[in-house]
Each structure stands twice: as C-alpha cells, then as structure tokens.
C-alpha cells in the first residue's frame, strides 16, 4: 500500500483538554505516531516557537533531536514567532542546516497587519535560499486565501502552502490562480475530505493531519484519530495525488524540480 506523507504536524508544548499546563509532545512521541501509523515523509515544525522564554538554542536543540529520530525523513519548517525574530533578525539558526522551510501564523504573530516589512524581508531570504513557506490561513482576516494571495503574487518562485484548506471553495480558487500555491488538510474534519473531490487542485493538494493539535479539544488518542485521517483520504481517493504534491512542494531547485520564477 502506497505509503502517505504528511504536510503538517507539530512537535513541543500544546495546551491538552483537562491539564492546567501545556503538555510537552516529544519528538520520540510524535515520531512514533508517525511510524506506528506507516507515515513516510513530514514536514514538522514546533510549537514552543509560541512559548515565551523559549529561544533559538531551544528549537534548535530539538530540531536536531527530530533529525536524529528521523532523518531525511523529517522535514524540518521554522515556525518563527515575533520574539524569535526579534531574537536573531539575522536569523543566524538558517546556519545550522537543519531547517528547510519557514512556517508563520498570523494569529500568533500578525505579520501581514503589524510586522509586514519583517515578513518581506524573511521571504526575500527564503527566495534567495529557495526554502518553501508554509502560512496558516482560515477566515479570520488576515488569514484568508484570498488576502494571502497577494504575498504568493509578490514572490512567484517561493512554494507557498496556505495550511488547512479553508475555506474551500476560496482556496481551491486562489490555487487555480496561483501556481506556486499548494494547500494541506491539516485539521479537516473528517466528513469534508469527500469534498475534496469537488475540485480541482491542480496537484497542489497535499495529505496534512495537525498531529497532535486535537488533544487541545477532545479527549482522543492520537494514533486513533490519526488512522481515521488517513482512512478519510484514502476514502477520497487522494493518497497517490497528495503524495506527488508534497515531493514536488519538498523539492530542491534541481532539474526535474520546481522551478519558479519572478
């Protein structure tokens, strides 16, 4: 059975439905998810990003422990927050060769209302290094496909992934329109991915889970809730189109790869 690969999931502290603390979902924790669950490639990026008095050396240090866990396996995406920018402007951490994505989200840091100037200044590095970005979209300003549209106009040659494909119907529109847009079903419910099927995605559609973001509103095991995804999408009949639109969104600038262009 074709093996999927995964667009969106999460290492490090998350709030859990009934604890008072944010629990700590370890990078051995998640990887056996993963391997339990027969995950091939994933892009992860770590939500201590969010805690205050959390800095670089400490997403670091764990980016690294990912990779040791998982190796190519694992894509590693730089979830940088306002006060880890504001920490390394010069983002000095790009050195370490771990990471080969950025990952922002507007409701964390509002870089598209209050920060613009440092969000064009982080995506001309990413140009320049040719890493891929992902950006939390949904229908709150600010995050709509439709407004972060604009950003993907503005930089043709970087991959962009608006997370969560919604809604929908204005995503699968702003991925018509825009071909270095992709889109992932991180978080769906379970009863839209048949939905999926409503539209053409242009392979741009990628297999995404949120792991382990849904033990923040239900008591839920996580390989359970992870095998119903992975149900779900094989259902829709997506899994060999999702996993040729994440090779493609992980490519290097090679030949026979993305090749963008401004």
Same mark, same amino acid.
């Given at each position: ?24 979902? @370890?990078?051995? #924790? ?14 992860? @990026? ?15 240090? /764990?980016?690294?422990?990912?990779? #040791? ?26 050195? @370490? ?9 507007? /409701?964390? !840091? ?36 439709? /407004? ?8 043709? @040659? ?24 992709? !889109? ?49 999408? #094989? ?8 996993? /040729?639109?994440?090779? #493609?969104? !992980?490519? !290097? ?10």
């Amino acid at each position: 059975m074709l093996m999927l690969c995964d667009a969106h999931i999460h290492v490090g502290y998350y709030s859990r439905l009934g604890e008072d603390e944010p629990f700590y979902y @370890s990078p051995r #924790r998640i990887a056996g998810v993963l391997n339990r669950c027969g995950i091939d490639e994933f892009i992860v @990026s770590s939500t201590c990003a969010q805690v205050a008095g959390i800095g670089i050396r400490d997403i670091v240090r /764990e980016a690294r422990e990912i990779k #040791r866990i998982a190796g190519d396996r694992a894509h590693m995406f730089f979830w940088l927050s306002g006060h880890l920018y504001d920490e390394d402007p010069q983002m000095r951490w790009l050195d @370490s060769g771990l990471f080969c994505g950025f990952k922002f989200h507007e /409701e964390e !840091t509002p870089w598209f209302r209050e920060r613009h100037r440092d969000l064009l200044s982080v995506l001309s590095v990413a140009k320049e290094r040719n890493m891929p970005v992902m950006l939390h979209s949904g229908a709150n300003d600010g995050s709509r496909p439709k /407004e972060l549209a604009r950003i993907a106009d503005k930089f043709p @040659s970087i991959r962009f992934c608006f997370a969560h494909c919604r809604p929908m119907d204005e995503m699968a529109k702003v991925v018509e329109d825009c071909p270095n847009v992709w !889109t992932d079903t991180a978080y769906m419910a379970l009863d839209e991915f048949s939905r999926l099927r409503n539209y053409d995605w242009h392979g741009r559609l990628m297999f995404g889970t949120d792991l382990p973001v849904w033990q923040a509103h239900e008591k839920v095991g996580l390989d359970k809730r992870y095998l119903e995804y992975i149900a779900a999408m #094989r259902k829709a009949g997506l899994e060999r189109d999702t996993r /040729e639109a994440f090779k #493609r969104f !992980t490519a !290097t600038n090679k030949k026979g790869n993305w090749h963008g262009g401004d």
